[in-house]
Nanobody, 126 residues
């Protein structure tokens, strides 16, 4: 599946952004989805994931209560709503897809994803 992330930008601390990741090329509802981020000179890290059906989600501790992942299978899109942004959230955000037969599978390991988007830059100023 091909993935195209968008919605990044510059925002002040405490602000909000909503990222989108549009999928094409395959049946979107066959894929568990995830968001990762990579800051300069740091390793890629898991942010959040959602199951195929959307009934299960999982968040990295530092974003719990601030970020929310959702998906619209009819629009072939997964979203990341980011509230109360902090300067340490500054990174390139990437979406990823993993084809799975399980409707409730959550995938939070980088090496378990098959397809990646190009990323969108989020910059949070203090």
């Amino acid at each position: 599946v091909q993935l195209q992330a968008s919605g990044g930008g510059l925002v002040q601390a405490g602000g909000s952004l909503r990222l989108s990741c549009a999928a094409s090329g395959h049946i979107f509802s066959d894929y568990a989805m995830g968001w990762f981020r990579q800051a300069p000179e740091k390793e890629r890290e898991f942010v959040t994931a959602i199951s195929r059906s959307g009934d299960r989600t999982y968040y990295e501790d530092s974003v719990k209560g601030r970020f929310s992942i959702s998906r619209d299978n009819a629009k072939n899109t997964v979203y990341l709503q980011m509230n109360s942004l902090k300067p340490e959230d500054t990174a390139v955000y990437l979406c990823a897809a993993r084809r799975t037969y399980s409707s409730s599978l959550i995938v939070y390991s980088t090496d378990q994803y098959d397809d990646w988007g190009q990323g969108t830059l989020v910059t949070v100023s203090s």
